[in-house]
């Protein structure tokens, strides 16, 4: 067992006091007496490569695989290959393997053989007991007046109500930090105000508020805006056609659900005058109010002075301040080093605000409102964002993200920042709103020509979008395509001549024709079939994807356009869609498929002639279209062709095409079912050319629809 040059003590010491000057209900019961971890002096004399083992030839623990460098002492280094060793280990010398027994320890979970340890970040350690679920950890030192020693993180200790005066001070911080120094935050003065906004000021002592016209308001006027999820719960307060006037005149503090009264109280304190909230600003079971405001969400949302998010609340009574006990701290050590001590805690760690995810199978923390489609847009739009979490607020605007405990400062999470990723794929200049494509040109080369970029980033960037949002969840899927249409508006500031089509754009309509899926279950009414909106799926939690050979170079368009083109209400194309036409010209190939065990072995054209399709053949078909498989055996389909990766024949390894079914045969219309790759095997240029007049002497070329 490698050895350290001071082992760790095992004697129980007082905390020292002096190293932080929170109460102690921060603290164990017994936090008189814990363990103490003392390092050796020279633990910060860390040049990166030395460690700190006496035993000779030792590079790692036998047990957790820690190098013995001060510097990663907190680094993942492998699950621990024998967790029944780690007391043993740790009471040996090794700190990392001590650190992690206390955690244990702390948690009264017994290191079983059953027992699992996974560590994903220098701040996160997955554990679970043989018979529990998984719980996701921290451990940490608090900062003070020095630094820590090497290695070891720091984070923050929370209050036990969010609602305390500390978190709003740190709101309003973040927010004046982004005000004052984000240039990228920054966006051109607007005259733009909301049809209707709340007035937050009270009328009188029992808070109540009133609804405004926008057009009543001074056009500098400062507006939050709130996201939240709406869940079962239709609130009372709503205003519809019957109550429009009675709302202009005072809406009663006691009809509002508590997550507006909370984030009434939230726009008050930052000093904001006025508050949108869709279900009182939107006159609800109003279609016709509804179809004039859904196209206006861009604006919304840009032009909020911080957007409110509710993340944690399954519906507009949860409210917006909470406490969660399972994230409160565990003192578990003292770490000494030169007569200095510094307090080492543990907790629940929360999910990355900065990723947006629901939930995670390492953890328990949930948040519905990540899951939401509609509170994507009004996330990555909003300049910036005020979340409440039930344990702590977290701030991120295109600039940075944070949070409370400190756990979203890291330089990583700042790069995995999903609006600062959005609008960097856009090269904004949000001054002037004027987005330069540089996928057009980036620089100049040696001999002083344009060099041009040979993958678009505004397009693979847009996909990558609908990957995500594909899979969020809608009440209602016909408003899958108007849920995103304040990003397509943003994204077409970086892709002014091009049209956007249902969800696809006219620039590379051919590549953002080919998404798939393995869980479409049936097709939303009026809806194009060729959109990636049109389709419901059989899992919430699925999406669409996209082949990523389409991102190759050599990517060439086979398929001729002939009219792709969408009509709006209002005009607004980023708002409901009305109606939609899709005429390609290409090659058609009637075919069936016959399958064994759901895989294509063959795959038989126009006179029962065939090619053998499947692994260990030169030649395999990748289908997506699950609505196929519910005919077994022999499938009848037609496939359009679409693309291929080289402009030469004889240099082309893969086709791309579309999977149709006939709706009107003699109008040549059709329905997209799905798509397929064909990859071509082997070098042979012999066999790739004997494949293509295959398919080209059992297809024809062909101008139809898709509907």
Same mark, same amino acid.
């Given at each position: 067992?490698?050895? #350290? ?22 603290f ?18 860390? =040049? ?8 000779? !030839?030792? !590079? ?18 492998g ?10 280990s ?16 702390a ?10 340890? $996974? ?6 350690y ?7 679920? %998984? ?6 030192t ?14 923050s ?24 120094? &984000? ?10 105000? +909301?049809t ?6 009270? @009328? ?31 609130p009372?307060c709503k ?11 005072c809406i009663?503090?006691k009809?509002?659900?508590?997550t ?9 304190? @930052?000093?904001?005058?006025?508050l ?15 179809l004039?405001?859904a ?5 919304? $949302? ?16 949860a ?22 001590? %510094? ?9 990355? #605000?900065?990723e ?11 948040? +519905? ?15 910036r ?34 609006k ?5 794929? @856009? ?6 709103k ?25 397009? =693979? ?14 009440s209602?899927? &016909?408003?899958r ?10 994204? &077409? ?6 049209? $956007? ?45 996209y +082949? ?38 290409g090659?058609l ?7 064994? $065990?759901?895989? +294509?072995?063959r ?21 997506n279209?699950p609505?196929l498989s ?14 291929a ?8 390894t893969?086709? %791309? ?14 329905t ?5 790759t ?6 042979? &240029? ?22």
């Amino acid at each position: 067992m490698p050895r #350290f040059t001071h082992f760790v003590a095992l004697r129980k010491s007082a905390a020292d006091s002096s190293t932080t000057s929170l109460s102690s209900n921060h603290f164990l019961a017994d936090s008189s007496q814990v363990p103490e971890i003392i390092l050796p002096d020279d633990w910060n004399v860390d =040049s990166g490569t030395r460690c700190i083992w006496t035993e000779p !030839g030792k !590079g790692k623990c036998d047990v957790c695989g820690w190098t013995g460098q001060p510097s990663k002492i907190q680094l993942p280094s492998g699950v621990p290959n024998n967790i029944l060793k780690l007391r043993t280990s740790g009471e040996s010398g090794c700190i990392k393997c001590r650190l992690m027994t206390l955690m244990f320890d702390a948690l009264h979970i017994h290191i079983g053989p059953r027992s699992d340890i $996974y560590q994903t970040s220098s701040s996160e350690y997955n554990i679970r007991a043989s018979t529990s679920s %998984w719980r996701s950890m921290s451990i940490f030192t608090t900062a003070c007046a020095r630094p820590p020693p090497c290695g070891i993180i720091t984070r923050s200790l929370l209050d036990q109500e969010t609602t305390s005066q500390q978190s709003l001070q740190w709101a309003k911080n973040q927010i004046s930090s982004c005000i004052i120094s &984000h240039e990228q935050c920054h966006i051109t003065a607007s005259d733009f105000l +909301p049809t209707r906004l709340i007035c937050v000021m009270p @009328l009188n002592q029992d808070g109540d508020v009133v609804l405004v016209d926008g057009s009543m308001i001074p056009q500098d006027a400062r507006y939050c805006a709130l996201s939240y999820c709406w869940g079962g719960l239709e609130p009372g307060c709503k205003t519809t056609a019957s109550t429009l006037a009675d709302r202009k005149t005072c809406i009663s503090w006691k009809s509002l659900t508590k997550t507006f009264q909370d984030a009434i109280m939230i726009t008050r304190q @930052l000093d904001v005058p006025y508050l949108w909230i869709d279900s009182m600003c939107i006159m609800q079971n109003d279609e016709a109010d509804w179809l004039h405001e859904a196209g206006k969400m861009f604006n919304v $949302y840009l032009n909020s002075f911080v957007t409110i998010g509710a993340i944690s609340g399954k519906d507009s009574n949860a409210g917006l301040w909470g406490r969660s006990v399972d994230r409160d701290p565990n003192l578990i050590a003292t770490l000494r080093l030169r007569g200095k001590a %510094w307090p080492l805690y543990i907790r629940q760690q929360h999910l990355p #605000f900065y990723e947006w995810r629901e939930k995670s199978y390492f953890s328990s923390e949930y948040y +519905p409102l990540f899951g939401r489609a509609w509170a994507y847009q009004e996330r990555l739009i909003s300049p910036r964002v005020l979340l409440f979490s039930d344990s702590e607020l977290a701030f991120q605007c295109i600039s940075k993200v944070s949070c409370q405990c400190g756990a979203d400062n890291s330089a990583m999470a700042q790069k995995a920042n999903r609006k600062s990723q959005f609008f960097k794929s @856009l090269n904004i200049n949000r001054e002037e709103k004027v987005l330069s494509p540089r996928m057009i040109f980036e620089n100049y080369d040696d001999r002083g020509d344009m060099r041009q970029i040979e993958e678009n980033s505004l397009e =693979s960037s847009w996909r990558d979008i609908v990957t995500y949002y594909s899979g969020l969840h809608l009440s209602n899927e &016909h408003d899958r395509l108007v849920a995103i249409g304040a990003v397509a508006e943003q994204v &077409h500031l970086a892709r002014l001549n091009e049209k $956007y089509l249902a969800g696809l754009w006219s620039g590379s309509l051919l590549k953002d024709l080919l998404w798939q899926s393995s869980q479409v279950i049936d097709k939303v009414d009026n809806e194009p079939s060729w959109s990636w909106s049109s389709w419901k799926f059989a899992d919430k939690d699925k999406n669409v994807s996209y +082949p990523p050979s389409i991102s190759m170079p050599d990517f060439e368009g086979l398929a001729r356009i002939i009219e792709a083109t969408c009509q709006y209400t209002e005009g607004n194309q980023f708002g409901v869609l009305v109606s939609s036409k899709l005429v390609l010209r290409g090659r058609l190939l009637k075919c069936r498929s016959l399958q064994q $065990y759901d895989f +294509p072995r063959r795959l038989i054209f126009g006179n029962w002639g065939f090619m053998k399709l499947g692994l260990g053949h030169r030649t395999f078909l990748t289908i997506n279209t699950p609505l196929l498989s519910r005919n077994p055996w022999l499938r009848k389909f037609y496939m359009l062709e679409i693309a291929a990766d080289a402009v030469q024949v004889s240099k082309r390894t893969i086709w %791309w095409y579309l999977i149709l079914l006939p709706s009107d045969l003699e109008n040549k219309e059709f329905t997209r079912i799905g798509m397929a790759t064909m990859h071509l095997g082997g070098n042979n &240029h012999r066999v790739v050319r004997a494949a293509w007049r295959f398919i080209t002497t059992r297809s024809e070329i062909t101008t139809l629809e898709i509907v």
